[in-house]
Nanobody, 124 residues
């Protein structure tokens, strides 16, 4: 069974950090571009980062640029999202998704596998 499983979510104070992990089972990630997305109540799901299959290129929206860092370890079959200087507006359910291609895509419909999500709450 092909699965992506996110972990590492939780409650953090403003200015704090969290590191999310996305682990794959049933397939290897080394030929997939991986995106992280998030969805807050009442809002559409939005992309927060993406990394190419080689790890050679990443992208971020302005809302998280300079604070979030995506990385991957193909040997561990995992992708990570390091989130620093977190803000209350980062509160959301975070999802990782795999695209069966080397390059990222801005449209979520081009991602083939999705995890169940992990809740991140930024609050004092």
């Amino acid at each position: 069974q092909l699965q992506l499983v996110e972990s590492g979510g939780g409650l953090v104070q403003p200015g704090g950090s969290l590191r999310l992990s996305c682990a794959a089972s049933g397939f290897t990630l080394d030929r997939y571009a991986i995106g992280w997305f998030r969805q807050s109540p009442g809002k559409e799901r939005e992309g927060v980062s993406c990394i190419t299959s080689s790890g050679g290129s990443t992208n971020y929206p302005d809302s998280v640029k300079g604070r979030f860092t995506i990385s991957r370890d193909n040997a561990e079959n995992s992708v990570y999202l390091q989130m620093n200087n977190m803000k209350p507006e980062d509160t959301a359910v975070y999802y990782c998704a795999a695209r069966r291609a080397s390059m990222c895509h801005s449209s979520q419909r081009f991602y083939d596998y999705w995890g169940q999500g992990t809740q991140v709450t930024v609050s004092s």
